[in-house]
């Protein structure tokens, strides 16, 4: 286990390596002078001694190799550089949208599994009836479904519903209070874009579970548990889950990359000031800056989240817990 | 001839009926798997024809008729510019088939020539390009669609770009593990014994038996790519007016206009979640299908 834990871990280092050179070069591919085309915005050319200033504050009057070690290295002490949006320090404009697209993504990580594992179980259980059916095709569903229109639909339901019960349309507020502060408003920011953005994730965990379960239950131990006359729970629960759960919780890691796809858009349409709507701001604005700070963020927390995930499935199979 | 007691009954045996063909085999056996490929052939034809199946122009604007309910004039409504929505809906599944089988179809023969080649080479050649391909794996699909777009700009071409790029190296990986497992086999070794090129061994030998698992990806691939075209319009990063696209008409007035003309945001909606679920019902018939292991399921 050792060895593998040791192998996962060196593997992370070249992988963040090529992806801060990918990140790096790809913000360098930029057609034409990324100063020439902020300061001369309108059709109108820029003073050459604010495009040399700009030039200067950027780093770009050094070679390619010097301004990808002060990129590495200003990454590394957390140092993103200056908006060239809004002017202030890229860490602080992070830092200030974090919290609740750090909620949201816990949310609808819980809710996910929590839909996801009852329901594929269930699935596999009732093979080929009514309800491994509904299962199947909700799920099938939840793939196809664009998060960002199911965030709006939902908006609508919950306006018509709340039309209706209460005579009055409500609609979860948009600013945020952090939960110690006042919790339900809180979960009512969060809870309708969680919702949305782990239906998806849900889906694809809900289809591999009952994929594992069946080919757990298919195989020679469980005919034994249940031959040496255990009750069907403790053959389910003991048994086949524990094993069956074994590829969900990587599933659940390379996920996560969907998730934060999710959260760029459906901030998007909830108007929630979180990192993911700061992402389309920081493109929309040609903020290169900005851009080039999330995308390596996201494949930091992309990377690290998986390493997770892959030591704790370490953790959890034997096979490899005492290799 | 030796009189024996099956003859009789052998000499009576009625020729069997002929094999039925293999698409009505599947219509049998995947009647899901059959209902996907309907919805998908329907978005196709409308796609294909929609110069003769739309009632008007996508881009015209009648301000007289905006935001209409559903009626006869207009069977799905019309948008806050009064164009018709079933028309732009019907020319947007043009625009959703070309940017979704453009991607699919680049993406996933680039991965399957880097994945089979990787596979047939090993060693550095196989170390380096697993590298490459983990590096690019690290970046979330949208996340990399955006930079590219961040750094190309949108529009059709730029967009089908940003989501190429990211399918690669997930095909690639795919179809790696597939031709791992054809390198071993014998005739791999004959066909080199014979002095057949590199070429033609991982064209001829490999490709064709690795096929199963690369077009399942490519149904998949075909709806991830719509999905992510979508979401890119919706942005207002992907394709840009006045080219019909789903997610531009969920990105207009879908949100301003969601309770006093909420049909502006349902029906694109229900035409992206249609077609790529035509794409997923199809894509898991097909695996189905190729897969012995999973046929009794």
Partial sequence: MHRYIAN??????????GAAVLVFLLMRLIPGDICAIRLGSGGTMADPRAIARCHAELGLDRSLVAQFIDFAWGFARLDFGISMWSGKPVAEEIAARLPISLEIAMMATVLAILIAIPLGTISALKQNSWLDHVVRVAAIAGISTPSFWLGIVSILAVLEISNLLFGAPWMPPIDYVPFWQDPLRNLSIAFLPALTVGYRYSAVSMRMTRSAM???LREDYIRTARAKGLIEKIVINRHALKNALLPVVTLIGIEFAFLISGLVVTEQVFNINGVGRLFVLAVQNQDYTLTQALVMLTVVTFVFVNLAVDLLYAWLDPRIRFG | MVDLPYTAALE???EAPRARSGALDFCRREPLGTFGLVLVLIMAVAGLGAEWIAPYSPTANDFAAMTEPPSWAHIMGTDQFG????SRIVFGARTAFIVGFSCALVGGFAGLVLGVASAYFGGRIDTVLQRINDVIMAFPLIILALAVIAVFGSGVFNVILAITIPLIPRCARV??????????VPYIDAARACGFG???????HM????LAPFLIMLTAFVGQAILAEASLSYLGLGVQEPVPAWGLMLQGGAEEYATTAPWIAIFPGVAIALTVFGF????????DALDPKLRDR
């Avoid at chain 2, 590199?198 to 001829?204: K, P, V």
């Avoid at chain 2, 997923?280 to 097909?286: K, P, R, V, W, Y």
């Fill in chain 2, 175 to 184: 179809v790696r593990s597939s031709a791992l497992a054809i390198r071993e």
């Fill in chain 2, 280 to 287: 997923s019902l199809f894509g898991d018939a097909l695996r």
């Fill in chain 1, 8 to 17: 996962r871990v060196l593997l992370v280092i070249p992988t963040l390596i």
């Fill in chain 1, 214 to 216: 069946l080919e757990v």
């Fill in chain 2, 12 to 14: 009576n045996t009625v």
């Fill in chain 2, 207 to 210: 490709v064709p038996n690795v």
């Fill in chain 2, 83 to 86: 164009r018709d929505l079933f």
């Fill in chain 2, 198 to 204: 590199h070429t033609r061994i991982i064209l001829r």
